[in-house]
């Protein structure tokens, strides 16, 4: 598995030594735990319907326009 990603211009981004990715592990895994909603939503996304993506993805994307 790369930890490389194209970029939007398609260059490709640095990729994540092992120090910083141990760090963003232990940063996610405590944004989890403070979160635990999102957690049991990450959790159940593979089980989801596309019907059900898209309805929770178009909620998301609401509350971001009403926030401009």
């Known amino acids: 598995m790369s930890l490389l990603?194209?970029?939007p211009k398609g260059q490709?981004?640095?990729a994540l030594t092992l120090s910083e990715?141990?760090?963003f592990v232990k940063c996610f895994a405590i944004f989890l735990q403070k979160?635990?909603?999102l957690a049991q939503?990450?959790?159940a996304w593979p089980?989801?319907?596309e019907q059900t993506?898209?309805?929770i993805k178009a909620l998301v994307q609401s509350h971001k326009t009403e926030g401009e």
């Open 35 to 37: 979160n635990p909603d």
């Open 5 to 7: 990603a194209k970029s």
């Open 12 to 14: 490709t981004d640095k």
């Open 21 to 23: 990715l141990i760090d």
């Open 41 to 43: 939503l990450m959790q």
């Open 53 to 55: 993506k898209a309805a």
């Open 47 to 49: 089980e989801f319907s």
